[in-house]
């Protein structure tokens, strides 16, 4: 009622005092400015570091423009022995998209079960989904895993990072609140009514009305698993690493040589930056809509 | 799937079981309580299995584990809960405790409140909506390892980018690794970093759809906005601080890769410990020393103190603005 009245009389004193309510002041700014600067910094810091000598590196004052060396750099960095990081970066790649399509059709398939299909203890499971989403999985069973691991010979492997990961409680739940809120029941019913198999239903009227929320759980998943670095670094040796492994590797044996880990992290951090900038709407627009949601 | 449509068709599917046709009068047979009874459960299964294999199973052998006395040579032991008498009276163990608890409030504290500020400047009509939002975000969408390897140069004693501009202002420079409190602070810096914008889109989502009414009213009234955020959007947040508050528990509590990479991939957190967490501690035990039974009876402990953590945090935001 409220909000009618104010819209059919914008010009009136309540009119412009619901403007003034929400306009930026310059505090506002202010507090936007510097959050993008802080946000911002350290990632150009990255690349001034990575593109300078490391006599550069240490100057006082700083260096705060990028230098010439940043090819030169990269191209110390892939043909580290320690590091591997060209392996490190294609394992990572294999592993992030294997475990991202895994989750996004298992979560998927899951969602539509417990928003849309009724059975005997379907509200059970769901349940226990919710509680183990708070376990620690990987804290609480990693020496299990690793011993698991040791004894099926993975250790080192990429099926030992992998196959853990496909565990995910928070992907379920998602889908499960997605489905229920993009599918309404009657569609379901009606599909069932013209004789449509569960499969079928499925894969005609589930998924395309799920597919953002399989967008965003899919970039979350990619780069959840892109950055994951305890599991990785006791299952994996250092000769076959994911990218971040590869990273501390160089920072673990190369201390002072910041050129050559920043330019090591500077590419480590491409494809995550590349995928935020194609997908920034969408990641953004996920992520508050999940926020409500949940 | 055709195969399923075809079946409901035809009269005579093959070896139909009479269970399915006394139940449904137009019995499609086997293949109908498939699709019908069987689905649900065929659906949820791949996650299940998985949750058997790598959830059920290492939980329950952590838990076996920590009553065994494991050592180097591979021998086992079995001690009850000797591994947790001991864990409690290490002091090792302690130190691990009091870095992560330190790290988690020094960390936690200022992150929320500057979400919730950068959620309501976030809030207001501004010009690059988007961009000002991805700005906030960028942090999120780095790597954990390769801004922990960035800040610990920023935070480096000799030529570091933090000490330089603390001497601006007259401050020596500080070894940030060598002692406890700032060791702490370059770490949770880390952290805030990283999750501040994150938390304030959060909130900001659950912001706007706070009713604009409320406010109107208020401003009629005469409240300033400084008393509008404190008596209406922070109450209004209640659900959404939960959800944030417990997210940064868990995760604050289970620290691992940032003061790790501080210290040069080195699990021992500092010459002293100074900044070992729990999580650094569990992966030392277990493998460094390879005592997998005092590792996973750490891992026990830390799920305690998480359980516990959550619980208290839960209360504390359940009174923000008052009891409801």
């Known amino acids: 009622m409220t909000t009618l009245t104010a819209g059919n009389r914008p010009r009136t004193q309540q009119g412009r005092k619901k403007a003034d309510l929400w306009s930026a002041t310059p505090w506002t700014k202010i507090v936007l400015a510097v959050t993008i600067v802080i946000s911002a910094f350290p990632i150009y810091w990255m690349l001034v570091i990575a593109s300078r000598t490391n006599k550069e590196a240490t100057d006082i004052p700083p260096p705060f423009l990028p230098g010439g060396n940043l090819g030169q750099n990269i191209q110390r960095v892939l043909s580290n022995e320690d590091a591997h990081y060209l392996a490190g970066l294609t394992n990572s790649l294999i592993i992030a998209t294997t475990v991202t399509i895994s989750v996004v059709l298992i979560s998927t398939f899951a969602g539509f079960a417990f928003a849309r299909l009724r059975f005997k203890g379907g509200k059970v499971l769901l349940l226990l989904v919710l509680v183990t989403m708070m376990v620690p999985l990987q804290q609480m069973g990693i020496v299990p895993l690793y011993r698991l691991m040791v004894n099926l010979e993975w250790i080192g492997t990429l099926k030992a990072v992998i196959l853990p990961y496909l565990l995910n409680g928070f992907g379920v739940f998602l889908m499960t609140q997605y489905t229920e809120q993009a599918v309404p029941n009657e569609l379901v019913e009606a599909a069932r009514v013209d004789g ?28 959840l698993t892109w950055n994951d670095f305890m599991w990785p670094l006791i299952a994996l040796t250092p000769d076959n690493p994911t990218v971040q492994v590869a990273i501390n590797s160089l920072n673990a044996k190369y201390g002072t040589d910041y050129v050559l880990i920043f330019s090591g992290t500077a590419m480590s951090i491409l494809p995550l930056i590349l995928v935020f900038v194609l997908f920034g709407r969408q990641i953004i627009g996920g992520l508050m809509e999940g926020a409500v949601k949940a | 799937m055709s195969v399923n449509v075809d079946a409901g068709r035809s009269t005579q599917a093959p070896l139909p079981p009479r269970r399915g046709h006394a139940r ?61 008498t001991a864990l409690l009276s290490d002091s090792a163990f302690w130190n691990a405790v009091v870095n992560t608890l330190g790290m988690f409030f020094i960390a936690t504290v200022p992150q929320i409140l500057l979400a919730l ?52 202002f007259g401050v020596d420079p500080i070894d940030w690794k060598a002692q406890r409190i700032p060791s702490w602070i370059a770490i949770s810096t ?10 304030a889109i959060i909130f900001l989502a659950a912001m706007q759809t706070i009713p604009k009414d409320l406010y109107e009213a208020a401003s009629i009234d005469g409240a300033s906005r400084r008393r509008q955020f404190w008596q209406i959007t922070v109450p209004m947040l209640r659900p959404t601080m939960i959800f944030v508050v417990l997210n940064s528990t868990i995760g604050g509590l289970t620290l691992f890769a940032e003061p790790t990479t501080f210290y040069g991939g080195n699990v021992h957190g500092g010459t002293n410990s100074q900044f070992q967490t729990v999580s650094m501690f569990i992966v030392e035990q277990g493998f460094r020393e390879f005592d997998y039974g005092y590792a996973s009876g750490a891992a026990w402990l830390l799920f305690l103190m998480i359980l516990i953590g959550s619980l208290i945090n839960f209360l504390l935001v359940r009174r923000i603005g008052g009891k409801k």
């Open chain 2, 117 to 168: 500020l950068l959620a309501n400047a976030l809030n207001k009509r501004i010009k690059g909506q988007l961009f000002v939002r991805m700005g906030v975000l960028l942090p999120l969408v780095t790597s954990v390892v390769a801004v922990a390897v960035v800040f610990t140069q920023l935070y480096g004693r000799d030529w570091g980018f933090i000490n330089w501009m603390l001497d601006w």
């Open chain 2, 24 to 84: 449904r009068p137009q019995g499609r047979g086997f293949l109908s309580w498939l699709d019908l009874k069987a689905a649900p459960y065929l659906l949820v299964s791949p996650y299940f299995l998985l949750f058997l294999i790598f959830g059920i199973f290492p939980l329950g052998f952590t838990l076996w584990y920590s009553l065994f006395k494991f050592d180097l040579t591979g021998t086992e032991e079995w001690t009850g809960l000797g591994n947790y």
């Open chain 2, 190 to 199: 880390m952290i805030d970093w990283r999750w501040t914008g994150y938390n």
């Open chain 1, 196 to 223: 449509a198999s569960t499969l079928r239903i499925w894969w005609n009227v589930i998924l395309p009305a799920v597919r953002p929320g399989m967008a965003v759980l899919g970039i979350n998943t990619f780069m």
